[in-house]
Nanobody, 124 residues
Framework: EVQLVESGGGLVQAGGSLRLSCAAS????????IGWFRQAPGKEREGASC????????YYADSVKGRFTISSDNAKNTVYLQMNSLKPEDTAVYYC??????WGLGFPREYDYWGQGTQVTVSS
């Protein structure tokens, strides 16, 4: 059974940092593209960052570029999202997702597997 379990969310002041973790199980971790999406209340789910497994390339939404860093520890089957210089507009539920195909940040509905999400709240 494929499982993605996010952790690391919480409440932080603007300018602060959080590191999200996504622990994966039930599939060959190295073969799957991994993405982080987020959804704020009343808004559509949007891509924040993802990793392509074909060449290890990383991708970021313009809104998080330079502040967020995605990384993968294949030995632990875990992907991280380091979030620095957080802003109130980063407040959202953050989801980890995986798919054997690489869909990038623009096609959340194409990803097959999703975690339950972790809440990130940034106060001003």
């Amino acid at each position: 059974e494929v499982q993605l379990v996010e952790s690391g969310g919480g409440l932080v002041q603007a300018g602060g940092s959080l590191r999200l973790s996504c622990a994966a199980s039930g599939f060959t971790f190295d073969d799957y593209a991994i993405g982080w999406f987020r959804q704020a209340p009343g808004k559509e789910r949007e891509g924040a960052s993802c990793i392509s497994r074909s060449d290890g390339s990383t991708y970021y939404a313009d809104s998080v570029k330079g502040r967020f860093t995605i990384s993968s520890d294949n030995a632990k089957n875990t992907v991280y999202l380091q979030m620095n210089s957080l802003k109130p507009e980063d407040t959202a539920v953050y989801y980890c997702t995986a798919d054997k195909a690489f869909w990038g940040l623009g096609f959340p509905r194409e990803y097959d597997y999703w975690g339950q999400g972790t809440q990130v709240t940034v106060s001003s």
